[in-house]
């Protein structure tokens, strides 16, 4: 017998006669003509080598072998109709899955804290394990499931099975002090070079741009640090200022004595986007906290 050539119609031909113990109420049931289900009665038993119903006085009774077999399609056909129902049994507010995703350090500084902000009322039980890897990892962990999402600009991993679907276009801006000497005149390109600078060692390209950039032109570079945590601290105590994302200055001016001011310089703005695997592509949990972050970064 060819497995793969079973109708499973017939397993659900077999539940509505033995329900019914009628071939003409276990069409009415299932939907379909008595001589359907008489011609599906006849294949069954040719299937599986058992009459399986016997017409009696009190209807279809059914075969010891019919009763042996009903759990078992029962189990059978409750499990099809699972997996052809699933898409539809993910719950983000029972789930506990945790999803593996790719940010730079200082994208998990600007976007962790929103995320899991809405996942408090929308998600709670759902578990975050953010990474920063290479671009080599990050198109092989995403290729093998390893990884679920990357976030940033990552335009050279289109194609080749991921897709992605742009989120914010990031601009630059300077982060500084307040009462900073320096916004009392216009900051143009010299008074921007001259300046103390502080740059952030990040995983993220764009701020290495920044950073060959004031090398090149020999700004007065005082401090690199990778430590995001300082840096308000530093910002708001010194007359340091800091090229970065506006999303970045925007989330440590909340708390700190900072505030921007526009670079005289033209940097090219960023597109941060998000990419998934082909083959996630249509899982509902992953379309349920692709849809979740690309709302929190429309709201940015």
Do not use: C
Not at 69 to 95: G, H, M, R, T
Not at 208 to 217: A, G, M, Q, R, S
């Amino acid at each position: 017998m060819n497995i793969y050539r079973v109708d499973l119609n017939l397993f659900g031909a077999f539940q509505a006669i033995l329900k019914t113990r009628s071939v003409s109420a276990a069409a009415d049931l299932y939907g379909i003509t008595q001589p359907a289900m008489s011609n599906a009665l006849r294949r069954l038993r040719d299937l599986l080598g058992d009459p399986l119903f016997v017409q009696t006085k009190t209807g279809m009774e059914p075969t010891p072998f019919a009763l042996s077999i009903a759990q078992n399609i029962d189990n059978i056909l409750s499990l099809s109709k699972e997996v052809i129902e699933y898409k539809s049994i993910f719950d983000p507010l029972e789930s506990d899955q945790t999803f593996r995703i790719h940010m730079s350090d200082l994208g998990q500084f600007t976007f962790l804290p929103k995320l899991f902000e809405q996942l408090k009322t929308q998600g709670p039980h759902i578990k975050i394990e953010a990474v920063t890897l290479s671009f080599d990892q990050i198109y092989s962990q995403l290729s093998d499931g390893q990884l679920d999402f990357a976030i940033g600009n990552l335009n050279k991993l289109n194609g080749q099975g991921i897709r992605s679907t742009k989120l914010i276009t990031e601009k630059f801006a300077i982060l500084l002090r307040k009462d900073h000497p320096i916004l009392n005149a216009d900051i143009d390109l010299k008074t921007y070079l001259q300046a103390d600078h502080v740059v952030i060692s990040t995983s993220s390209q764009s701020h290495k741009t920044i950073e060959d950039y004031l090398e090149k032109n020999n700004a007065n570079i005082l401090l690199k640090t990778s430590n995001i945590i300082a840096l308000p601290h530093i910002l708001a105590n010194t007359n340091m200022i800091m090229t970065t994302h506006l999303q970045v200055a925007k989330q440590l001016i909340q708390s700190h004595n900072l505030t921007t001011a526009t670079l005289p310089i033209q940097v090219p703005e960023v597109d941060v986007s998000i990419f998934w695997q082909e083959k996630i592509h249509y899982d509902p949990a992953h379309i349920w906290l692709a849809s979740l972050i690309k709302n929190l970064f429309t709201d940015l």
